[in-house]
């Protein structure tokens, strides 16, 4: 019989508001930064995270710049050096990168990534299945690095989505229906027999995070 391993949560951060959150797909375009609203929510989560009590063994970010800046104040109020998880990368969006949101919605394919988005594929860029794939393996690899500690990993909000519904069991084509806010903290604790989702889209107090 496998030796029985206590479980890891993982703390799931989508990063904080930008300038252009909901106006443009940015995908991984390079230089968007937090607002100035974005940055004070990424102060507040990290106050969040450390009321809890818990100091997280590891703190790790996409490596977008938007990823790096929510996590640079949770690394500061746990004692921690954040680094650098490329797993957590915001899906590749390729030719659609950067594209106003208002333009994408009147093309045909944009339904498909509605209704159908495992069967999708951004041109010259990732499948959703693709996304789900790696943030999948990232969350494992994360979990077995640091097995019965807590861990914060700051992404974005389809890998998040991704990764809860893989979590649940729900299928991919209905991951668009799970909220992830900016800053908000998705829970999953990784346990010999499986995942468990504690929380989704949390903006409140994490204190009280358990299985029941």
Known sequence: MAARTRPTLLLLVRHGLTPTTGVELYGRRSGVHLSEAGAKQAQRVAERIAATGRRPAAVYASPLERAQETAAPIAKAVGRTPATHDGLNELDMGRWTGRKLAQLRKLAAW???????????????????????????????????????TVVAVSHADPIRALVADAMGTHLDLFQRIVVSPCSVTAILYTNDGPVVLATNSTDDLSALAPA
């Open 111 to 149: 339904s498909t990534v509605q209704r159908y988005p495992s069967g999708f594929r951004f041109p010259d860029g990732e499948s959703f299945r693709q996304m789900q794939t790696r943030i999948c393996n990232a969350a494992a690899d994360l979990a077995a690095r640091h097995r019965g500690h």
